[in-house]
């Protein structure tokens, strides 16, 4: 799995480009922050931190391979050719079978409401009611910085990781769920998008993670993914 490390000597080289005057080939400051982020999104108290950063792989290898997104066809197929090919995402080994641009629709059509999404799922009423609790955390931080965001997320992650009351497999869908939202935390802060905006940018997004983790993980991961993609074109 891709790994986020930085070492002293790459903080010190990041602390000597934000200070210089000469801003020939160096990283904006925006760019500089988002890479020193990385240090804190990792959360290695959840177990599924992995779908987080199986989100973010998505996106890169997306703009890496394609560019922008086109069509809402043309990005579920692509995106399901880049996850085949994806050592990280075959190996969560969950029985992913694909997903088709009438999931990503219905996503998109019920995402008025956190309601209509979780009552178009079967999951577990344990696991639906920690999810609402989550996107309550985020609509009332949605405004704040990256790192505030952050830890609020993780404070909720603790919360799951230690409620006895739900069995390993739901408190998995909630962890993973909870990762994504974290990592999309971090790669709408390095892409530069309005604080102020950025919660209303990745919410159907996040959706679409909470509709595919009713499957499994992979598919949450891929709908979140494909939904980011189509929404940012």
């Known amino acids: 799995m891709k790994k986020i490390i930085i070492?002293?000597?790459?903080?010190?080289?990041?602390?000597?480009?934000?200070?210089?005057?000469?801003?020939?080939?160096?990283?904006?400051?925006?760019?500089?922050?988002?890479?020193?982020?990385?240090?804190?999104?990792?959360?290695?108290?959840?177990?599924?931190?992995?779908?987080?950063?199986?989100?973010?792989q998505m996106l890169d290898d997306y703009k890496k391979t394609y560019g922008a997104g086109t069509t809402l066809d043309a990005i579920v197929s692509n995106v399901n050719i880049l996850?085949?090919?994806?050592?990280?995402?075959?190996?969560?080994?969950?029985?992913?079978?694909?997903?088709?641009?009438?999931?990503?629709?219905?996503?998109?059509?019920?995402?008025?409401?956190?309601?209509?999404?979780?009552?178009?799922?079967?999951?577990?009423?344990?696991?639906?009611?920690?999810?609402?609790?989550?996107?309550?955390?985020?609509?009332?931080?949605?405004?704040?910085?990256?790192?505030?965001?952050?830890?609020?997320?993780?404070?909720?992650?603790?919360?799951?990781?230690?409620?006895n009351t739900l069995t390993a497999t739901e408190r998995g869908k909630v962890l993973a769920v909870a990762s994504i939202a974290r990592y999309m935390n971090y790669e709408a802060s390095g892409s530069g998008i309005d604080r102020s905006r950025w919660w209303q940018d990745r919410r159907t997004g996040l959706y679409g993670a909470v509709k595919g983790v009713e499957q499994n993980i992979s598919t949450a991961i891929v709908l979140s993914s494909v939904i980011t993609i189509s929404e940012d074109k």
């Open 7 to 56: 070492l002293p000597a790459l903080l010190f080289s990041f602390t000597f480009f934000s200070c210089s005057t000469d801003d020939t080939n160096m990283p904006s400051q925006e760019e500089t922050n988002y890479n020193q982020k990385s240090i804190t999104v990792r959360n290695v108290n959840n177990d599924k931190d992995f779908a987080g950063d199986l989100y973010t």
């Open 83 to 163: 996850v085949q090919n994806n050592t990280d995402f075959t190996g969560i080994n969950d029985n992913y079978t694909g997903i088709s641009s009438t999931d990503v629709t219905w996503v998109i059509n019920n995402s008025g409401s956190a309601t209509n999404i979780l009552s178009g799922t079967v999951l577990p009423e344990n696991v639906k009611l920690k999810i609402t609790s989550l996107l309550s955390t985020l609509d009332a931080v949605c405004t704040s910085d990256y790192a505030s965001v952050n830890t609020a997320i993780k404070n909720f992650e603790t919360g799951v990781i230690n409620d």
